[in-house]
């Protein structure tokens, strides 16, 4: 049996949408995750996961010292509204009273494709002596 140029022509362009359909059916979107860096001890508690974690843009007026870094990253099709919540989470480990975004985009590149959140926990207030005590002992 003789496939004609038209026939062969349909029957490849329906293999190739079934391909495409199933192709497509396979990719799996991974939620946005956070991973945090601790920089100094805040001193205080954790705060419940769903904690009022205010966002700003750029440092207070007021003194303030960064306690942790806390970064975030999305899927491909991820934006700022579905990373953030999740940073936001995160920082509330910390006892932090707000959080500081240095970087917030999306991005591709070798190695990570996707949205990007680069933020640092932040707690009001002067250094905590006891802290800093700490970090510089040394040991004899």
């Not at 799996?28 to 205080?44: N, V, W, Y």
């Not at 705060?47 to 491909?76: H, Q, S």
């Not at 985009?105 to 905590?128: F, P, W």
Request: hydrophobic share 45%.
């Amino acid at each position: 049996m003789r496939i004609t140029f038209v026939a062969s022509s349909i029957l490849i362009a329906s293999s190739l949408a079934l391909i495409t359909a199933f192709g497509c059916a396979g990719v799996i979107s991974l939620p946005p995750q956070a991973t945090l860096a601790e920089i100094e001890p805040s001193g205080r508690a954790a705060k419940p996961p769903d904690c009022a974690m205010p966002v700003l843009r750029r440092e207070p007026l007021t003194d303030f010292r960064k306690v942790a870094i806390v970064e975030g990253i999305g899927n491909v099709y991820a934006s700022e509204a579905d990373v953030m919540p999740v940073v936001q989470r995160k920082a509330c480990e910390t006892g932090a009273d707000a959080i500081v975004i240095l970087a917030s985009k999306s991005q591709t590149s070798e190695g990570l494709t996707g949205y990007y959140i680069n933020s640092v926990a932040i707690v009001y207030g002067k250094r905590n002596p006891a802290a800093e005590h700490d970090a510089y002992k040394i040991l004899r």
